[in-house]
């Protein structure tokens, strides 16, 4: 009694039984759609057909492709651009937020400059940053980095800028050197921050990606997903990405918080005492 | 005391002059192309600023419909999302064992990639009218709610449960009963939580309206037209449409940030 009892009141069984609700309201909107609609697979085809459809063997493409690794091939392309521009985003973000904290006249140069862009639809530039640069891989890792770069910068800078006046204070009384100062408490203070920026921005480079992709023919997920809904291809392959999609940008935001435990100590030992 | 007025004087000086010289130099070095020849683009892609300003200036009676169409979306899905944001919070301080795992699913939404989004969303509005502006106005608001949802619950939900320690058991001391507790103390204790998530989802409204409108029926809007225009190589018209687009973001931050100073004056001077 007691073991089903604390499996019931885990947070993950919660989490599990919302999973479930959510899949059993789709499957019962799915029936009904079936019954009043004439084409159900435009407007909400049932679970077991989309995970069906995606390990189906029959090639759509004239290439011989199967929608699976269709779907692959995009996904490598797509993502692969939105992970370099990720990382370009990142190291600009942390540079800038370093430089900001380095020095008040950087800082006050640049921080209301992070603000107004933050305010400005930048997804909505994409199309002049593809003309801009001619080439759909440069355009997605440029609009990915932008939309990595300010969620880091602002962020860390916050990180930095709460580490508190006695611990200043205490640092400089051992004559610590403004090396030492950042990397021995500034930086690692700062880094639950800089991963919450991470977290917030990687599924934004993701959907800057896909984007992109959507503005111009090639290859990509963007792509495959409005050549399918102009009907050239088979309506599962735009349900499949919507799902793949979906799960890679879910998957992105947990990812950070996975890398974060593994580095970060003081969160490792969280996780653990949460454990016991 | 002179000494120290000159020196914030000259704090505040170099806080709003050096941004100011910044944006200077770079308006200087867009209008001498010197920006063309760094980014490797012509005249034609990156119009010079004077050139996008004026024919804002032509054309603002013409572009007054597709900014109100933006706007129509932006603010209905910011209201309806933040509205359901709201009482998803509620639900989920209320229910809490249930309703933080409501939460986690609320915020995973949010990873889900608006652009996968939207077109699903169009296919289930497809029936709903014959109308193909209203059917496509409702099939955009429905993504700027989903987009802003998420933000406003997991806010509102810290807003409600993390009040000050003591607060909870003073009112209990007082024989106030559960409804009243919230009214009294958890509503109101809310209120800057509000604004946290109002930050996040204002700008994010007008990104969730433009990103929408790429996908809808209907050829209108702010975003549309940027899309369209560059499609057809009208490039300083899109430019345009993106300076209006950037300026309804900054606006609506700026009302923002007003209307929060004047909500939360009171709470400050405590």
């Known amino acids: 009694m007691k073991i089903i009892n604390k499996i019931l009141s885990a947070k993950s069984t919660v989490t599990a039984v919302w999973v479930l609700g959510i899949v059993v309201i789709w499957e019962i909107c799915a029936f009904i759609v079936e019954a009043t609609q004439r084409t159900p697979i435009n407007v909400l085809p049932h679970l077991y057909q989309i995970v069906g459809s995606f390990f189906d063997t029959k090639p759509i493409t004239g290439g011989g492709d199967t929608i699976l690794t269709l779907v692959m091939s995009s996904a490598a392309e797509t993502l692969s651009r939105a992970l370099i521009g990720f990382i370009i985003g990142m190291v600009l973000g942390y540079v800038l937020a370093l430089l900001m904290n380095l020095s008040h006249i950087v800082e006050k140069i640049a921080f209301p400059y992070l603000m107004i862009i933050q305010m400005i639809p930048i997804l909505g530039m994409a199309p002049i940053v593809l003309s801009i640069t001619g080439d759909i891989s440069s355009a997605r890792i440029i609009i990915a980095a932008i939309l990595t770069f300010y969620p880091v910068s602002t962020n860390t800078l916050a990180g930095f800028k709460s580490v508190s006046r006695e611990r200043h204070e205490l640092m400089r009384s051992y004559g610590a050197t403004k090396f030492q100062l950042y990397t021995k408490m500034l930086i690692p203070s700062a880094m639950s921050y800089f991963f919450t920026g991470l977290k917030i921005s990687a599924p934004m480079a993701i959907t800057a990606s896909i984007l992109v992709d959507t503005l111009q023919g090639g290859n990509g997920l963007g792509c495959m997903l409005s050549q399918s809904l102009k009907g050239s291809m088979t309506r599962f392959v735009f349900w499949d990405i919507v799902i793949f999609s979906a799960v890679i940008g879910v998957l992105s935001f947990y990812l950070m918080g996975v890398i974060e435990r593994a580095l970060v100590p003081s969160k490792r030992g969280k996780k653990k005492k949460a454990v016991n | ?270």
């Open chain 2, 1 to 270: 005391m002179i000494l120290k007025k000159s020196k914030s004087l000259l704090n505040i000086l170099s806080t709003v002059g050096l941004p100011v010289l910044f944006g200077a130099l770079i308006y200087i070095l867009w209008q001498t192309k010197v920006l063309h020849a760094l980014f490797g683009t012509d005249e034609i892609i990156l119009p010079l600023p004077d050139r996008i300003g004026s024919i804002i200036s032509d054309n603002f009676t013409n572009m007054l419909p597709q900014i109100a169409s933006t706007l129509i979306v932006a603010l209905g899905g910011l209201v309806l999302g933040s509205l359901l944001g709201y009482f998803i919070g509620v639900a989920g301080a209320v229910f809490k064992k249930w309703g933080m795992g409501g939460l986690t699913i609320v915020s995973a939404f949010n990873a889900i990639p608006l652009v996968a989004l939207a077109p699903v969303i169009n296919n289930w509005t497809r029936d709903l009218s014959n109308q193909v502006d209203i059917r496509s106005t409702v099939a955009k608001i429905i993504t700027v709610t989903i987009f802003c949802t998420a933000s406003m619950s997991v806010n509102a939900y810290r807003g409600l449960t993390e009040v000050k320690p003591f607060s909870e058991d003073l009112f209990a001391s007082y024989g106030s009963g559960k409804l009243k507790m919230f009214l009294k103390l958890r509503l109101p204790n809310s209120l800057p939580y509000v604004f946290t998530a109002l930050r996040v989802s204002v700008p994010a409204c007008v990104i969730g309206a433009v990103v929408s409108e790429y996908f809808a029926e209907q050829v209108v809007g702010v975003g549309r037209q940027i899309r369209e225009n560059i499609v057809k190589g009208q490039f300083p018209t899109a430019w345009a449409y993106i300076a209006i687009a950037c300026a309804m973001g900054i606006l609506m931050y700026v009302i923002l940030l007003i209307v929060e100073s004047i909500v939360l004056k009171n709470r400050r001077a405590r």
